[in-house]
């Protein structure tokens, strides 16, 4: 794949396991927040930050945002998203504008009209990988029961114990009451695959009991409410 300049408007987990995953890709990435906290040079070396608000016109014309082929609204909230998707689209004319969509009540309002391009829904993608795991009981990776549970994700880091391992290691190695339910990389989210190497940058997302999480956490290393990413 030819590289691209690619912007991402979000420096949470999400935006931020997007653009360790394209920059070592070989992409040019400009991500962009103005939470200092969220700023992590050391983190990601090879990606160009940006302190500042991406709803801002200005911020996004010192940007030139223009001159990139993608951008992707990553925040953690959906009206942040709509606000820089239509200026990406309508003042900037990026070619391809991609959205995370937080609350799924607000898909509707992620299309052309709004200058989104491709709008994505993780809630909504898991909820299908959820719905598509197999009824039977004794099969490996079976879900621990729903009512109560909860989302959690990691992003694999260097350090990380599964970096580089199968996905058949990592769902051996979980606490029970905890099932792998969705890996996030370069191609989206795919539901697991045992045979799969997980990477550095992949993003794991798990169902857990409450009482689960703290085992987990143990295993991998903080993990996040994506929902708050």
Do not use: Y
Request: hydrophobic content about 45%; overall charge negative; proline content about 8%.
């Amino acid at each position: 794949m030819a590289e691209m300049r690619i912007a991402i408007a979000g420096a949470g987990s999400v935006g931020r396991s997007i653009a360790k995953e394209l920059a070592g890709s070989g992409h040019d990435v400009l991500l962009i927040d103005r939470d200092t906290r969220a700023i992590g040079l050391d983190d990601l070396p090879q990606v160009e930050w940006l302190l500042a608000d991406a709803c801002e016109l200005a911020t996004l014309e010192d940007a030139r945002l223009g001159d990139f082929d993608v951008v992707v609204a990553a925040s953690s909230d959906d009206k942040v998203n709509l606000v820089v998707s239509l200026l990406a689209k309508t003042e900037f004319d990026v070619d391809r504008v991609i959205a995370r969509i937080n609350d799924p009540e607000n898909e509707w309002l992620f299309n052309e009209t709004w200058g989104v391009d491709l709008a994505v829904s993780p809630p909504r993608l898991i909820a299908d990988l959820v719905e598509g795991v197999p009824d039977d009981p004794d099969e490996e990776g079976t879900l621990p029961p729903l009512p109560g549970a909860e989302i959690a994700e990691s992003v694999l880091h260097a350090a990380s114990p599964f970096a580089g391992a199968s996905e058949a290691e990592l769902t051996g190695a979980l606490p029970e009451g905890v099932a792998l339910v969705a890996v996030l990389g370069p191609g989206g989210v795919r539901p697991p695959d045992p045979g799969r190497t997980l990477s550095v940058g992949n993003t794991v997302v798990f169902l857990a009991d409450p009482e689960a999480l703290g085992p987990l956490e143990t295993l991998l290393g903080p993990v996040d409410d994506p929902g708050n990413a």
